[in-house]
Nanobody
Framework: QVQLVESGGGSVQAGGSLRLSCAASGDIFSGYYRGWFRQAPGKEREGVAGIYTGGGSIYYADSVKGRFTISQDNTKNTLFLQMNSLKPEDTAMYYC??????????????????WGQGTQVTVSS
């Protein structure tokens, strides 16, 4: 089992920045896929960024490319999402997820068995 705990959400004005963190614990093996998803009210959950922890594969949705940066601290099994130039349309609940199975980009939520509890990001205009 793997446990994921997000932190770092909050409320900011448009143009501001937030940094989300996702700490993983439990049966962690080297080389697995981690992703950041978001879900706004009335909308489907979408994958906004993904990374293969073994290196060499990173994904960004077009809507966040150039503004969001996914990174990791492998020594602490922590995943980050640096979000800059935030827009009101970025308002959503953000979730981190993980899978030890091979997956492709864009990340699909049904491919990820492990999820954090979510952290709210609200961007005001």
């Amino acid at each position: 089992q793997v446990q994921l705990v997000e932190s770092g959400g909050g409320s900011v004005q448009a143009g501001g920045s937030l940094r989300l963190s996702c700490a993983a614990s439990g049966d962690i093996f080297s080389g697995y896929y981690r992703g950041w998803f978001r879900q706004a009210p009335g909308k489907e959950r979408e994958g906004v960024a993904g990374i293969y922890t073994g290196g060499g594969s990173i994904y960004y949705a077009d809507s966040v490319k150039g503004r969001f940066t996914i990174s990791q601290d492998n020594t602490k099994n922590t995943l980050f999402l640096q979000m800059n130039s935030l827009k009101p349309e970025d308002t959503a609940m953000y979730y981190c997820a993980a899978t030890f199975s091979y997956t492709t980009w864009p990340p699909v939520s049904s491919d990820f068995p492990y999820w954090g509890q979510g952290t709210q990001v609200t961007v005001s205009s």
